[in-house]
C-alpha cells in the first residue's frame, strides 16, 4: 500500500464535505508531478486530507477508491476518486509539521505547492502519532 498526502482548499471542498458526500472525484489536478502520483495510486491506497491555503492542516485519512482515469481533454491530467476513512483524533498542523525533525524530508515540507505528494511510512506513523498528541 502507497501512502500520500492530498490538498484541498476547505472553502472549496473540505473534509466535511467528502464525510458529507460518502466519496469524492479528486480531479482538477494540473501539475505534472502531482498528475503522476494520482496515476501511481491503486485501490486501497490511503492519503492524508489536507486543507490548504485555509487552516494548513491535515485533517483525516481517505482511501482510493477507483484508480486514476483520465480527466478532462489530454492525456496528461486524470483523476481518481477517494473516500473517508476516519478523521484524525486532532489536526496536525502545517506549523507542527515543519517543528518536528523526523518529517524535514517530508513533501509537504520541501515542496509546499504540490498537491498531491508521497508519505512515506514512517512520516506516516509520526504524523498519526502527533495527531494523538
Aim: proline content about 5%; cysteine-free; charged content about 30%.
Amino acid at each position: 500500500m502507497n501512502l500520500w498526502l492530498m490538498k484541498s482548499e476547505p472553502d472549496v471542498f473540505s473534509w466535511d464535505d467528502l464525510v458529507r458526500d460518502g466519496s469524492t472525484e479528486w480531479d482538477g489536478v494540473r501539475n505534472h508531478t502531482a498528475a503522476g502520483n494520482l496515476r501511481a495510486m491503486k485501490v486501497g491506497d490511503r492519503a492524508f486530507f489536507y486543507h490548504s491555503n485555509i487552516g494548513l492542516e491535515i485533517v483525516g485519512i481517505m482511501e482510493v477508491s477507483r484508480e486514476a482515469k483520465p480527466d478532462g481533454e489530454g492525456k496528461h491530467w486524470v483523476s481518481v476518486e477517494m473516500k473517508p476513512v476516519e478523521p484524525l483524533p486532532n489536526p496536525v498542523t502545517l506549523k507542527m509539521v515543519k517543528a518536528e525533525p523526523r518529517l524535514a524530508a517530508m513533501e509537504l515540507v520541501k515542496y509546499s505547492r504540490l498537491s498531491v505528494g508521497k508519505v512515506s511510512a514512517a512520516e506516516w506513523d509520526v504524523v498519526l502519532e502527533m495527531a494523538k498528541a
